[in-house]
């Protein structure tokens, strides 16, 4: 993944005020449609960037259980 993309989902976390797994679902097809990105091309690397691994949960599940600001720590960490 582009760390631009990366860096721009970040900003997009950032600003989710209720962290729980329908936001976080909605974020992240909203970005890919208004970017115009196949999901699974943000998903699997994403998925990559906070798992260390391709084969996961759900992106969503793993985000949701990680917590905002672990997922941040953890994209920082990429960034």
């Known amino acids: 993944m582009q760390k631009k993309i990366l860096s721009e989902i970040k900003k997009n976390i950032e600003t ?9 679902e909605q974020l992240l097809k909203d970005f890919s449609s208004f970017k115009g990105i196949k999901f699974k091309d943000i998903g699997l690397p994403l998925r990559a960037v906070l798992t260390g691994t391709l084969s996961s949960p759900s992106i969503y599940n793993v985000l949701d259980c990680l917590g905002k600001d672990e997922v941040l720590n953890r994209i920082d960490d990429v960034l």
Do not use: A
């Not at 005020?17 to 976080?24: C, G, R």
């Open 16 to 24: 989710l005020d209720t962290w729980d797994i329908n936001n976080i």
